[in-house]
């Protein structure tokens, strides 16, 4: 089924250790997304790429590094992680970057010690 | 930046009743949506609004596009249990990225 891919789905690390967590779609949109959520804050912005190439930063993005390796894949980067960053990580796609619907992977639950 | 304020934070209600929540912005937005959120997975797209007035069913749910721009509210009639979840509003005006409410869990009891 189309969609959205995220790996891995659960991860525990220990504070100052680095991990990459993964995002494919293959809808073939062009705007990609990450997000962190946190119990009662709702969905944060983290970083988010308009097209292949291009990455900004989003509300949220101390901490944290994005790659468009190409149109179908984003990784969000913790280069050492800290206990703050404990959340679910979710990955959307977008057709394109104004006004369009985004569609959501199933997170990754990430829990740092 | 754009503010979203969701109510209510929760809601518990009986099979059958029906459900009304509703999201305002201290701005003036050009595009609702309204996600829902299943335990354990991502939020999937529910509605997406577009013009101001407009009003979207799918299914048991509506959606509004306030005539101000700045709310929209989320409707879903003769409740189930699998209506079980988080719902959440996002909006978008401008240059402005998307920005989320925190969410409307919802309790049904058979």
């Known amino acids: 089924n189309a969609g959205v891919t995220q790996t891995p789905k659960f991860q525990v690390l220990k504070t100052g250790q680095s991990m990459t967590l993964q995002c494919a779609q293959d809808?073939?949109?062009?705007?990609m997304y990450w997000y962190r959520q946190d119990p009662g804050m709702g969905l944060r912005l983290i970083y988010y790429?308009?097209?292949?190439?291009?990455?900004d930063k989003g509300e949220v993005p101390n901490g944290y590094n994005v790659s468009r390796l190409n149109k179908r894949e984003f990784s969000l980067r913790l280069e050492s992680a800290a206990p703050s960053q404990t959340s679910v990580y979710f990955c959307a796609s977008a057709r394109l970057l104004d006004n369009q619907p985004q569609h959501f992977g199933d997170g990754t639950r990430l829990s740092i010690l | 930046g754009q503010q979203l304020n969701q109510s209510p934070q929760s809601m518990f209600i009986q099979e059958g009743e029906d459900v009304s929540m509703n999201c305002t912005s201290s701005s003036i937005f050009n595009t609702w949506l309204w996600y829902k959120q299943d335990p354990g997975e991502g939020p999937v797209l529910l509605i997406a609004?577009?013009?101001?007035?407009e009003l979207t069913s799918n299914g048991r749910l509506t959606a509004q596009f306030g005539i101000t721009r700045k709310d929209s509210f989320l409707n879903i009639s003769a409740s189930i249990p699998s209506d079980v979840g988080i719902y959440f509003c996002a909006g978008q005006g401008g240059s402005e990225k998307l920005v989320f409410g925190k969410g409307t869990k919802l309790t049904v009891n058979p």
């Open positions: 790429s308009a097209s292949e190439g291009t990455t």
């Open positions: 609004l577009y013009k101001a007035g």
């Open positions: 809808m073939n949109h062009n705007s």
